[in-house]
């Protein structure tokens, strides 16, 4: 049944209850049958479950298998008898993966905190109707059937169909968005056009997670727990999917590519081995010569695979995301998911909660008509309840009402003052049905009537009204001219209350509102709105600028909706403006064909808003969703990127989100895309060196595998690979953001790892390095040989060996500066001005640490280097050849930039 189509006696008789509400048996009874009234509890996760989860990542994977392959190689090559040194390539390796998976617990906060802060909106007690008599319970006992007493300040624990309003109003924003209190009625409501009526619009009814702020009332609970609207929510938190991040997409695309270049080296290098086996052999081919041979060779195969795998990857990666974590928390983006650090740089579609997000959700005099301000100040807020004393900075009581006091106190008339003043001793209170309050006040031995409520209504309630302080008679023509004002206001989407006054000489005799209200002088009206936050409008300009599209998505009226719209500029005109109840006659398909044509929507319902975000990721946008209110954290849950509000948002919103704006500002979101794009940026950075590098790497050991050389020791490779990758990959994190970061488009979600030229880029840097450390392993290898006769023969030769070591040290460092900018030049004024300090450090300290390797005679047997041998003509060329790089990746870059221009 829809209760709010129904009449009150209906409602009652479907539940089996009545106005007196149940007996105790019955509610017993009810309470055994359906439970009791809370949301169901999610099972959590272990914390062994959630570290087993993290393992569970491509790249973790990957290195756990080299791990394993590279034990099993210690073994074989040891014939059973190793130590622990034997294995410290294998325990580096997971030494890295615990790290990386311990770092990625901590800084992640997983728990679903958002059911759990679901339970605690729920009201510890309500007050309910039991056996004839008014009774207070623990509101998880509350059962359907029930009947509440309601007075202001009260939380609604249920949903619940009203018996009973005196001027009862319900603060529903956290539900619907709309910010003004609702009004609640009895009466049956009726559908427009076939099409239901939207839960704000329920006006008879009270819905679970909001509190009666005005009036009292009586209603009957329709249900309870899950089946109330804020289960609707939670079912909808509970279902909505976890999905990667594009990072997370990235990295599993590079795994599978890691994985399949791994098999064709292992393939190639393995029937390449074989092939010279079999012809070095010639006639003395023999069976168990091929089977020693082809151990020998998978050996080394399954090395030079392992080599391929940048181990300290997965841990830089972690770290570089947990940089942007503390940055972004000192400007007050708070993020709860590693991973969503970088989505940010790739949103393309910013869809925003209105009220508290976009505004400040606190209803505000904006403008006012009226031939005194003051008298016109004074009669709304001594017709008021809310309060505001002494050193208070804000009116308390119902918005409408503060909005009308803090706006005297702006005037310097105080309320506290007021109230003594001109001390209240009568009044009509508000009613729904009639539209207006009255009071009436002593001031100096006289009794003043201050009236407020509807124009319309009021205006036939006046006879005279002031022109310039003189009191003239009404006229129809006054009253049209009136209401014109009063249309070009709510035009401006103003919410419109009007003001009048009635003098006695002595108290009135009857406080009945038809005695009161008439004979009365209009004194003008106010324009109340909840104004938009000063610093959204740059932040949606700087949006457009950055290449992502804001949208707003309310509770609240469509007018109201448009205007706010306009004044940012989200849109220009009413046509990209649609009404929830619009969205029901498109199909999913249909929605993600239309929803480029809006970007407003008004009167959404939660669904609505879950639909909205999802049809923009169908159209492959990275969809982020800000919001509040607990009607948006299913909405933030699907969304790529939830953005919740710390100080007026929901634990429920908070709990849901990604990322929580510890200032509430909308500005902020741009600071965080901005920072999300540097992250990206650098991660990108620092995926194209150690890529770059490690390609180098492979080429090498392939080619002196085919050519029957060692270029490189098993110890050369894990030193460059755990440090001189890892320190300045690391430092590439903190690079600070590029000029142009938030003047370029958003990029694709489907753009990967080796797109924009990134993977050429990868592989012919790659290929220089590895031709300079060739170059430098065969000119020591003359230089200490004397000629070229045998450097194939399969003999190491220490001091070039040595050579080639320390020039792929320092070609790498020369790689990790270049990718400070991918395409600008590093001898630009920005790369001076915005010098990265930690890069220069990460590589002075790699630098020294490879020349103490060299020359420091402890380290020196350790990387197989004859004491007293390498020379200072040997070190020079080294390091000749290493600075080699940075002419030729200058012109790649400026190649690059010219066919950008071009294009």
């Known amino acids: 049944m829809k209760y709010y189509l129904e009449e009150a006696r209906d409602v009652l008789s479907e539940l089996k209850t009545s106005e007196n509400g149940l007996t105790s048996a019955e509610a017993a009874e009810r309470l055994a049958q359906n439970g009791k009234n809370k949301l169901d509890e999610p099972p959590k996760d272990s914390l062994v479950k959630k570290f087993f989860s993290s393992l569970a990542d491509p790249m973790i994977i990957m290195l756990i298998v080299a791990a394993a392959i590279q034990a099993v190689i210690t073994v ?110 009895i009466d049956v409501l009726m559908c427009r056009d076939s099409q239901d009526v939207t839960l704000g619009d329920r006006k008879n009814m009270l819905y679970s997670g909001s509190t009666v702020v005005y009036g009292r009332g009586k209603a009957v609970v329709t249900g309870t727990g899950m089946n109330t609207e804020m289960g609707k929510i939670a079912n909808a938190l509970s279902a909505a999917e ?75 990666v972690t770290i570089i995301l947990s940089i942007g974590v503390t940055a972004m928390a000192k400007r007050q983006a708070l993020i709860r998911k590693l991973t969503a650090v970088e989505t940010l740089g790739c949103t393309q579609i910013i869809c925003s909660d209105k009220t508290g997000t976009l505004t400040q959700n606190r209803m505000t005099v904006v403008d006012s008509y009226t031939e005194d301000p003051v008298l016109l100040a004074t009669i709304l807020a001594c017709c008021s309840d809310s309060k505001r004393g002494l050193g208070m900075h804000e009116a308390v009581g119902e918005p409408t009402e503060n909005a009308l006091v803090n706006h005297a106190h702006d005037l310097q008339l105080y309320k506290d003052e007021l109230d003594v003043q001109r001390p209240r001793v009568g009044e009509a209170p508000f009613d729904s049905m009639r539209k207006l309050m009255s009071t009436v006040h002593k001031v100096d031995g006289k009794y003043w009537q201050y009236t407020k409520g509807a124009t319309e209504v009021l205006l036939d309630r006046c006879d005279r009204y002031l022109v310039n302080g003189k009191e003239m008679p009404i006229t129809e023509e006054y009253k049209k001219y009136v209401i014109s004002q009063v249309k070009a206001f709510a035009d401006r989407a103003l919410r419109v209350l009007s003001g009048a006054y009635r003098v006695y000489d002595s108290e009135p005799t009857s406080y009945e509102a038809d005695d009161l209200e008439q004979g009365l002088v209009f004194a003008g009206f106010v324009g109340m709105i909840d104004p938009c936050r000063p610093e959204v409008y740059d932040a949606i300009r700087e949006c457009r600028t950055a290449g992502i599209r804001p949208v707003m998505i309310t509770g609240d009226h469509k007018d109201t909706a448009v205007a706010i719209g306009k004044d940012l500029g989200i849109i220009t005109d009413d046509s990209e403006a649609i009404l929830g109840s619009e969205l029901d006659k498109y199909t999913d398909e249909e929605l993600i064909e239309e929803v480029t ?89 620092v995926l194209q060196f150690q ?53 370029r488009k958003p990029r694709a979600s489907t753009d990967g790892i080796f797109s924009n030229g990134a993977g050429f880029d990868m592989v012919w840097q790659g290929i220089y390095i590895a ?11 003359h230089i200490e040989v004397g000629s070229m006769a045998g450097v194939f023969s399969g003999n190491e030769c220490i001091n070039a060996m040595a050579m080639a070591f320390l020039t792929v040290n320092l070609a790498e460092m020369m790689c990790a500066i270049n990718m400070r900018s991918r395409t600008g030049s590093i001898l630009s004024k920005e790369m001076f001005k915005n010098m990265n300090w930690w890069l220069f450090g990460a590589t002075c300290v790699t630098v020294l640490l490879t020349l103490i390797a060299i020359y420091m005679p402890g380290l020196q047997t350790v990387f197989g280097i004859q004491p007293g041998t390498f020379s200072v003509k040997e070190l020079l060329i080294s390091i000749l050849l290493a600075l080699s790089t940075v002419p030729v990746f200058e012109i790649g870059k400026a190649i690059r930039r010219a066919v950008r221009k071009d294009n």
């Open 76 to 185: 074989i090559e040891t014939h059973g008898t190793f130590g622990i040194k034997d294995f410290a390539d294998v325990i580096v390796i997971l030494a890295v993966v615990v790290i990386n998976t311990v770092m990625s617990l901590v800084q992640e906060s997983k728990s679903e905190a958002a059911m759990e802060a679901l339970m605690q909106m729920t009201a510890a007690t309500s007050k309910v109707i039991r056996d004839g008599e008014t009774t207070v319970v623990k509101s998880e006992e509350i059962v359907v059937g029930d009947v509440l007493v309601f007075e202001a300040g009260d939380s609604v624990p249920a949903d619940c169909r009203i018996l009973e309003s005196y001027s009862m109003k319900a603060e529903e924003a956290a539900l619907t968005g709309e910010s003004v209190p609702v009004s609640k009625i």
């Open 771 to 781: 031709l300079a450390e060739l170059a430098a392993y065969f000119i020591g290898y």
């Open 691 to 743: 890529l770059s590098t490690n390609m180098s790497e492979v080429i090498i050991m392939f080619v002196s595998s085919l050519l029957n050389f060692t270029i490189l020791s098993p110890v050369h490779l894990l030193w460059i690979n755990m440090v001189t990758d890892s320190l300045p990959g690391l430092a590439l994190g903190a690079e600070k953001a590029e000029g142009d970061l938030m003047r």
């Open 242 to 316: 976890q999905e990667q991040t594009p990072l997370q997409k990235k990295m599993s695309e590079l795994s599978k590519f890691l994985t399949k270049l791994v098999i064709w080296i292992c393939i190639v290098v393995f029937a390449v081995g074989i092939i010279r086996s079999l012809v070095s052999s010639g006639s003395a081919f023999s069976w168990s010569h091929l089977g020693e041979t082809s151990l020998d060779t998978f050996i080394a195969a399954i090395a030079l695979a392992v080599a391929a795998i940048p181990e300290g990857l997965p841990a830089v």
């Open 597 to 685: 044509k809006y970007s407003v929507y008004a009167r959404v319902q939660p669904e609505h808003k879950t639909r909205i975000v999802k049809a923009w990721r169908a159209r492959g946008c990275v969809t982020a969703m800000t919001g509040d209110g607990v009607n948006d954290a299913p909405s933030i849950k699907a969304a790529d990127i939830g953005i919740g509000m710390g100080i007026t948002g929901t634990d429920v919103t908070k709990g849901a989100a990604d990322m929580v704006l510890a200032d509430d500002n909308f500005a902020t979101i741009v600071n965080a895309v901005e920072e999300g794009r540097k992250i990206y940026d650098n991660v990108c950075k």
